[in-house]
């Protein structure tokens, strides 16, 4: 497998990682709010992307869910909690549009 079809594996795995998280995040998003979190979620996914990040993501979350398995507290700090991307994975359990984070303070096309 080249490293190019291999990044876009990636890219579509954490995108049904965070597809199907939607539903447990904002159990109670009504049509506006949930194309709020959609249209951000389409606008992180594709920085993650472009940077190549997408293993990164899903590996922390893996760690964070191991973490949590083990009893052993965990908790994004910084810019990081900006991300409904980590929300969704609960690598965060900051609510980034609850509190009005900026996702490109953490990771932008301006941060290279």
């Known amino acids: 497998m080249d490293r190019h079809h291999g990044v876009i594996e990636l890219g579509e795995h954490i995108g049904r990682e965070?597809?199907?998280a939607i539903g447990e995040r904002y159990p109670y998003a009504g049509a506006s709010d949930t194309r709020r979190i959609r249209e951000r979620l389409t606008e992180e996914l594709t920085t993650i992307n472009d940077f190549g990040f997408a293993s990164y993501f899903l590996t922390v979350a893996?760690?964070?869910a191991l973490m949590r398995r083990m009893g052993i507290r965990n908790q994004a700090r910084g810019s990081g909690?900006?991300?409904?991307?980590t929300y969704?994975?609960?690598?965060?359990?900051?609510d980034p549009l609850e509190h009005d984070l900026l996702f490109e303070r953490f990771l932008g096309n301006k941060r290279e």
């Open 81 to 85: 909690a900006g991300s409904i991307v």
């Open 18 to 20: 965070v597809e199907a």
């Open 62 to 64: 893996d760690v964070s």
């Open 88 to 94: 969704l994975l609960r690598i965060s359990n900051v």
